[in-house]
């Protein structure tokens, strides 16, 4: 059973579900005056670049499967890609 659950949290995959746009993203952000919010409105300068964002951020949040995927975490990541 061990070696299956591991396989299991080893090949789970995040998807997020929902239609997303940039423009979106954008009113989401417009009103947060943060140094995040404003680094990643900078990078997200069209579709492909949120693709990138929504394939990145889920490929690093499969890392706090086991420990658990809260506001915090997303929170980091968002900005570390943000940074990036």
């Known amino acids: 059973m061990n070696k299956l659950i591991a396989f299991l949290l080893e090949h789970a995959q995040i998807d997020f579900a929902g239609e997303l746009t940039v423009e979106t993203v954008r009113e989401f952000l417009r009103e947060d005056p943060s140094s995040g919010a404003r680094a990643l409105m900078n990078k997200l300068s069209d579709d492909d670049d949120l693709d990138e964002m929504i394939l ?5 949040l499969k890392e706090f499967i086991r420990t658990g995927v809260d506001e915090k975490v997303v929170d980091e990541q968002i900005r570390i890609y943000a940074e990036a």
């Not at 990145?56 to 690093?60: A, E, F, K, M, W």
């Open 56 to 60: 990145t951020l889920s490929d690093c």
